[in-house]
């Protein structure tokens, strides 16, 4: 159990570096998407087995799928994509200011902040974690949820999927925007 | 599931959010910036799941649902974005796409 949380955390944590240090974007699409199989693994170890395969269709499926064609359409012949100067080579002291902020935000949200601590749950309402069923996260029980209790987000989505589609049409038709 | 457990979780959260971040402000390459923006995404969508499986309950799993939709909405968007400037500017820098600053 513990072997296996160390080892998924590493393939996440150096998957991400690897993403936002990659010189090309497509080695950070290759990385992009070990990060999120394995987020899809980890999904399976907290019993979100409908959202694991979610993660793997809409992610892995459709949006680097759409990286990848977005890459091929606009690095063919010119090789532009990677030329750029990056702020941490540009203005370094800002940059490594910032990270540096950054991360002690993290370091003291992880040492002082309350939502860490073994006894978080007992101030909380409830007290005690829940117990799950067996059929905690599978699509049945994620189905009665979405179309019951919550069904005006997810009518909510696909307004916004609606938006999404009329909005890419409408960018990137070329007699639409003379 | 164990409290430590939420814990760890709960932090490789915290500091995938914060990598993706990082990549988000420092690169100036419009599509490994928006990877940064679909790796913030995935922690969060990390945290809501730990805490779904910590309580037992769904509603977690609902908002996740909810987030992966408006990542791939978001997604498609910023990479038509990205054609649009590029086909009209011939430039994938960042910086340089400062038409709009007053």
């Known amino acids: ?178 | 599931m164990s409290a430590t457990e939420l814990n760890a979780t709960i932090a490789l959260s915290a500091l995938l959010l914060l990598i993706g971040f990082a990549g988000l402000i420092l690169r100036r390459n419009p599509l490994i910036a928006l990877m940064g923006i679909e790796l913030m995404l995935n922690a969060s969508n990390l945290a809501f799941i730990a805490f779904a499986r910590w309580w037992g309950n769904t509603v977690g799993h609902i908002f996740a649902f909810l987030v992966i939709t408006v990542a791939a909405a978001e997604a498609s968007i910023a990479l038509a974005i990205v054609v649009v400037v590029f086909h009209a500017r011939l430039q994938t820098d960042l910086d340089d796409v400062s038409g709009l600053k007053g």
Do not use: C, K
């Open chain 1, 1 to 178: 159990m513990i072997i296996g949380f160390v080892l998924l955390a590493a393939i996440l944590i150096g998957s991400a570096l690897f993403v936002v240090t990659s010189s090309r974007p497509v080695h950070g699409i290759v990385a992009l998407l070990l990060n999120f199989i394995a987020l899809a693994v980890f999904y399976v170890h907290l019993n979100a087995e409908f959202l694991a395969v979610t993660q793997i269709l809409v992610y892995s499926g459709a949006i680097l799928v759409l990286f990848v064609f977005v890459i091929a359409l606009l690095s063919s012949g010119v090789d532009r994509l990677h030329l750029t100067v990056d702020r941490l080579a540009r203005l370094p002291i800002p940059s490594i200011a910032l990270l540096a902020a950054l991360f002690g935000l993290f370091l003291w949200a992880l040492m002082g902040h309350r939502f860490l601590e073994p006894s978080f749950h007992a101030m909380a309402v409830g007290g005690t974690p829940a117990g799950i069923a067996d059929a905690f996260g599978s699509v049945g029980s994620f189905g009665t949820a979405l179309f019951t209790a919550h069904v005006l987000p997810f009518e909510v989505t696909a307004l916004i999927l609606v938006v999404a589609i009329v909005g890419v049409v409408a960018l990137t038709n070329e007699e639409s925007r003379r």
